[in-house]
């Protein structure tokens, strides 16, 4: 089966919840769906392969943050040459006039730019995952029996179709 990080996202979250809302320290949170042992044990395994392609995804996605950051650094140490701290400005106010710099700069705004794109790739990209045929029909008992009470958003709705044709419904 092949599955974007949304999507799995998604699947993860439909054999955990169970569309209900409890009180768990005064607070209202989703119900965790109450499984038996053998449809645990089917959960665990589905969890383990969406963990799988998470941590798989996960150094592109640093790498990306990675690349910015060091950018915005250079960036920052330029400035800082060329606009030195006046002797009676304030440091907060030196730094807010240093972050309304960066942040109108021009080649930073394009870097985040096409930094969110090839973020936005990775994470729809399809990613295999090894799932066993029990698997796969535990993961669509529980999203025909809860898939439409489990809190999605109608941003979702596109990885709730993918996830629909990805389980054959």
Do not use: C, W
Request: proline share 2%; no cysteine; net charge negative.
């Amino acid at each position: 089966m092949k599955l974007s990080l949304q999507a799995a996202s998604l699947a993860k979250f439909v054999v955990s919840f169970n569309g209900e809302h409890e009180l768990v320290d005064g607070k209202e949170t989703p119900a965790s769906l109450r499984l038996n042992g053998e449809e645990s044990s089917q959960r665990r395994f589905l969890l383990k392969e969406i963990e799988r392609i998470n941590t798989t995804a996960k150094p592109a996605l640093e790498a990306l943050v990675l690349i910015y950051n060091e950018r915005l650094v250079q960036k920052r140490i330029i400035l800082e040459g060329a606009n030195p701290k006046s002797e009676d400005e304030v440091e907060v106010e030196y730094l807010n006039r240093m972050n309304a710099i960066l942040t109108n700069d021009e080649e930073l705004k394009q870097l985040f730019v096409s930094l969110t794109e090839d973020n936005k790739n990775i994470i729809s990209e399809g990613h295999d995952l090894d799932l066993q045929p029990k698997v796969v029909e535990f993961l669509k008992k529980y999203f025909l029996k809860y898939g439409d009470s489990a809190g999605f958003l109608s941003g979702d709705d596109e990885f709730v179709a993918e996830l629909n044709v990805a389980l054959g419904l």
